[in-house]
């Protein structure tokens, strides 16, 4: 039950944890339950299916992007999401700076990390991260907020840690730094599997799908 699944990870995490249902191949009377039973952000991969809900689900939750972003479609991630968690590239945030700028909007972001440095994998690698975030950090319509990563997916979700706790550290280390125009408040790490390791080791966003909605179906 969608309803049970809610309630039970909004009352096992830590208040301060945002807990984002991944919403992707979902109907929108699945969201709307989760909804209901007090999801307050829903995570989207996909421009076309955030298109088709968003009419129905509006502002009942706040939009986080979470896939691949394509430059040819941040007109339209400006105008539906709330937080783009995954910007991989300075080209896609400039992108997206040029299009929040059009409709008045200042987007917060997050810098997805390649943190296992996998070649098939988006992502900044940690060392570039800094050298990224100086140069999004000038635009001036998007507000970098922290970091998300995915990691590898493994059989185990206790392999993952090394990953979370290298991500951990950079967003610490830029934090240190005290880049003007960036201010290093929320790092999303953790999934179905590894959403536990992900707290444990300080994220304070998670992004969940299957612990709520069940198996996914792609059509
Ligand atoms: C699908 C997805 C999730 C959720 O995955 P589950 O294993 O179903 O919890 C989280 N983050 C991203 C980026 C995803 O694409």
Not at 115 to 136: N, T, Y
Not at 182 to 204: D, F, H, P, W
Request: glycine share 6%.
């Amino acid at each position: 039950m969608i309803e049970d699944a809610v309630k039970k990870i909004l009352a096992e995490v830590p208040k301060d944890v945002r807990v984002v249902a991944a919403i992707k191949t979902r109907t929108s009377e699945e969201v709307l339950r989760a909804i209901d039973a007090g999801i307050r952000y829903v995570g989207e991969n996909y421009v076309k299916e955030a298109q088709e809900l968003h009419p129905v689900i509006g502002n009942k939750a706040m939009w986080h992007m979470i896939g691949t972003a394509q430059s040819n479609k941040a007109k339209i991630i400006a105008q539906l999401f709330d937080m783009v968690e995954s910007v991989d590239s300075y080209h896609f945030a400039k992108a997206l700076d040029t299009q929040c700028g059009k409709i008045g909007k200042k987007m917060p972001i997050l810098l997805e990390i390649n943190s296992a440095r996998e070649e098939q994998k988006s992502g900044i690698l940690p060392e570039d991260a800094l050298e990224v975030i100086k140069s999004v950090s000038a635009l001036p319509n998007l507000s970098v907020q922290g970091l998300m990563t995915m990691g590898p997916l493994l059989d185990d979700p206790e392999e993952i840690r090394p990953y979370f706790k290298l991500t951990k550290e950079l967003f610490e280390d830029i934090k240190k730094q005290t880049v003007p125009n960036v201010e290093m408040k929320y790092l999303s790490m953790g999934m179905t599997s590894t959403y536990r390791v992900g707290i444990e080791e300080g994220a304070n966003i998670v992004r969940v799908g299957t612990l709520l909605f069940g198996e996914r179906h792609y059509h």
